[in-house]
């Protein structure tokens, strides 16, 4: 794989190797504030959060550092024009997909050996070094994840008077357990029985995530590894597991589990009571859950918890390729991974202004908080050391230390293969995946339908070359499974 590098574009010193050390220039440039870009809307006490940081910093590790922030619509706009100038920029947040595309297009400094040489704290600051494998892209190593829940897992949730009668009906409950989603039928009844919505299946592919991370890692979109085999890419369609998720799906729709018009987008469910759907889980989101809907909910766990690239993804900060100081963003980056209160500072803002603490010592935010200063804390550096809002648990982040701990590292975590040879032919197997399989998913169509059917939609992705995807991801993921 080509390793791609982009030398700096505001550099103050000359490399004297030239091209061949292209972007290491920028760690011995003069001192300058350096420039923080955050996903989150512009406040009134934004500039004021960001004069107070730049103090605190300094007095710490005589580091300048100044707060810009857009919000998501502006940052997705703005940012790649700004990529694109010579403005300067030395840290910026993002995630999945994006993320992969600029550190490919060398809009981020690789970073992998001065890491550890200049921010040892920040290197160790995860269960496992393997977590940096997330954020490697072609032998690179482009961001810093925010550590939070790491992990990945799928649940579905019921109401307790739902999930009390499928007990004494004989269903067995465990919090702890995953379950298949055919073991689930028992729930559902019961739901349907109290006047409830059954199994919220949709259109859209997304309700397969249900099922399809029981059984598979993914390696792009639906392009899979089976979990017990580890070694062998498919695509979801053409497993045996998803014949039987189809059939399963008919007769959840034959006995009324599933909306007779669920094509329509499930109309003849509205103004019912909340069903069973799909949602990504973490520890403490029952709690969520429940506060939103005003009622008991309860999670019932439908894939294991796996740390994937897609969890890991979720929340970066990197180094941009044109910054004035690797070095310093790398130390600024430790102080606030490591220091209580800068992180609180970026996070929540200024106490007595922003916030206040309560006799429990977790945050009140000032009714205003959203006009005067916002910077959320799942996207924010460390989570694990910040202030705890006055709504959450006492033991939020022990159990989210537990959770990414105790997660199994997906069969294929690091591996980012280069689609762009077969590029075309996934955009049109995704097409297909869009406007067929979420109908075979949702139970409308019959199984052997001649147009909508299963054996229609693997027709349609042959045609589309899928089987020349899987030969490409396979050929890359052999060799990167001989280098490890």
């Not at 011995?28 to 107070?52: A, Y």
């Not at 995860?126 to 490697?136: H, M, N």
């Not at 998720?245 to 094509?263: F, P, Q, R, S, T």
């Not at 799909?278 to 019932?300: C, L, M």
Request: hydrophobic share 35%; charged share 25%.
């Amino acid at each position: 794989m080509k390793k791609f590098i982009k030398i700096a574009a505001v550099v103050t010193v000359v490399c004297m190797l030239g091209t061949l050390l292209a972007g290491c220039g920028n760690e011995f440039n003069e001192h300058g504030r350096l420039r923080v870009f955050f996903q989150d809307q512009r406040g009134t006490d934004t500039q004021l959060v960001s004069d107070t940081l730049d103090k605190m910093v300094q007095e710490k590790i005589g580091v300048s550092v100044e707060i810009v922030q857009f919000g998501p619509t502006e940052f997705s706009t703005k940012l790649p024009m700004m990529l694109a100038s010579d403005e300067q920029m030395d840290i910026g947040w993002d995630s999945g997909a994006t993320f992969v595309t600029r550190a490919r297009q060398g809009a981020y400094y690789d970073i992998s050996e001065i890491l550890p040489k200049y921010a040892p704290d920040l290197y160790n600051l995860y269960p496992d070094t393997k977590f940096w494998e997330g954020v490697t892209i072609d032998g690179g190593l482009y961001g810093v994840p925010t550590l939070k829940e790491m992990g990945e897992q799928w649940a579905v949730y019921t109401d307790e008077e739902s999930m009390n009668d499928a007990i004494a009906a004989g269903f067995e409950y465990d919090i702890d357990r995953v379950y298949e989603l055919k073991e689930l039928e028992p729930v559902i009844k019961a739901q349907m029985d109290n006047g409830r919505r059954g199994y919220c299946a949709g259109t859209s592919i997304q309700t397969e995530n249900l099922f399809k991370n029981y059984y598979f890692d993914t390696v792009v979109d639906n392009f899979v590894i089976n979990k017990k085999d580890g070694k062998t890419i498919q695509h979801l369609y053409f497993t045996p597991e998803y014949e039987e998720y189809v059939k399963l799906m008919k007769d959840w729709y034959n006995k009324g589990y599933i909306a007779e018009d669920v094509h329509l987008g499930s109309g003849a469910w509205y103004g019912r009571g909340a069903g069973m759907a799909f949602v990504s889980y973490a520890p403490g989101n029952e709690d969520i859950q429940t506060y939103y809907a005003k009622e008991t909910r309860i999670p019932i766990m439908v894939s294991p918890v796996e740390i994937t690239n897609t969890s890991v993804r979720g929340s970066i900060f990197a180094v941009y390729a044109k910054t004035i100081n690797a070095k310093d963003d790398l130390l600024f980056m430790q102080l606030w991974n490591t220091d209580p209160e800068v992180k609180n500072l970026i996070t929540y803002g200024i106490e007595g202004k922003h916030y206040t603490l309560n006799e429990e010592g977790k945050v009140v935010q000032d009714e205003n908080y959203l006009s005067m200063y916002l910077n959320q804390n799942w996207a924010t550096g460390n989570n694990l050391i910040s202030y705890l809002l006055a709504t959450e648990k006492d033991d939020k982040y022990e159990k989210f230390e537990k959770w990414n701990n105790e997660a199994d590292f997906s069969v294929c975590f690091g591996f980012t293969p280069d689609t762009s040879e077969v590029e075309g032919y996934i955009l049109s197997v995704n097409s297909i995946c869009n406007t067929y399989a979420g109908l075979l998913g949702s139970g409308y169509p019959e199984i052997d339908d001649p147009e909508y059917g299963l054996a229609a939609i693997q027709k349609k992705l042959k045609d589309a070359h899928v089987d020349d995807v899987i030969e490409n991801l396979q050929i890359q993921f052999d060799a990167w499974l001989e280098s490890k």
